[in-house]
């Protein structure tokens, strides 16, 4: 329950953020209450279902999301304490964020709409260029470590955060965090081009409880760093649970803020970046902590 408050609690701050910021661009006050307006409405709109929906697919979708997150932050260490520490924490994670294709793709299917079917496979697109790259920038903390159990990972960094010596795979990790949680860049999938996408016939509590996955994900993503990459609790004076929060709500700030200045990209476009671009720098980076490893050992 508790893990559940703090992941709820730390989307909450990245959808005030975000909604800050966009009033702040668009020259207008406030904007930090007005999610809580936006979940009422939604919560009072009536739902809206499409000719020959297939509405167990389409509700798994976005329920799928929540369900996603939570599992996510299952294995990420708070300072002493872990839900579920597992020897195989690192591949739980991937295993996780690759449950966003179908969930992702189901929300676009179920409406049995061609803007929601053609949003779903543009995420696909996107998530067969950034995946692989993701799994190769999991791997090099865990060839550091030694280990596929998070808790371990987050040990190893006692004297140098990973983040150091492995900025591409650090880079690629939080590129792979905005692809899954179909964010910034990779939201032509909800698109206006067409009508919104996966969630062009959502609505009320289905569009609610959808756009909260996408914000979830996020988080979870941006939580998962933290031990990854960035020393896990570590640092000075604060209990290392505030450290992990801290460094969490840093993460995620810049993960928002950094959605309006960067363009969409076309999954076209991105397959090519993806294949040509990211994954032979994630492998190489693979081959230098590798080479550190041994070189240490």
């Known amino acids: 329950m508790l893990a559940g408050i703090l992941l709820c609690g730390l989307a909450f701050f990245a959808v005030a953020l975000d909604a800050a910021l966009s009033a702040r661009a668009q020259g207008t006050g406030g904007g930090w209450g007005a999610p809580l307006g936006r979940a009422a409405r939604l919560l009072r709109q009536r739902r809206r ?25 299952a294995v990420i260490p708070l300072g002493e304490w872990t839900l579920a520490d597992l020897d195989v924490g690192v591949v739980w994670f991937n295993t996780v964020d690759v449950m966003v294709w179908a969930l992702v793709w189901l929300a676009g299917w179920g409406a049995n709409s061609a803007h929601g079917l053609v949003g779903g496979y ?32 987050a040990a190893a960094q006692d004297g140098v955060w990973f983040v150091v010596w492995m900025p591409v795979a650090f880079l690629v990790f939080l590129i792979g965090v905005t692809g899954f949680s179909v964010w910034g860049p990779f939201a032509p999938a909800l698109a206006a081009d067409i009508g919104g996408g996966v969630l062009a016939e959502l609505s009320g509590v289905d569009r609610l409880v959808l756009q909260a ?8 993503g941006a939580a998962f760093s933290v031990p990854l990459f960035l020393g896990g609790g ?3 004076v604060l209990p290392g649970w505030a450290w992990v929060l801290v460094k969490t709500v840093a993460v995620l700030a810049v993960l928002v803020w950094l959605r309006r200045k960067l363009p969409l990209l076309r999954p076209d476009r991105f397959m090519e970046i993806g294949w040509m671009v990211l994954l032979p720098a994630a492998v190489l980076q693979d081959l230098v902590v590798s080479l550190v490893v041994v070189w240490k050992g």
């Open 49 to 73: 279902s499409t000719v020959a929906a297939d509405t167990l697919l389409w509700r798994i979708g976005g329920a799928g999301m929540l369900v996603g997150a939570f599992l996510m932050i």
């Open 213 to 220: 996955g996408r914000y979830l994900f996020l988080t979870a």
């Open 234 to 236: 570590a640092g000075p």
């Open 122 to 153: 543009r995420f696909l697109a996107h998530g067969l260029a950034y995946e692989l790259p993701l799994m190769f920038a999991l791997v090099a903390p865990a060839i550091a470590a030694g280990s596929l159990a998070v808790g371990d990972v």
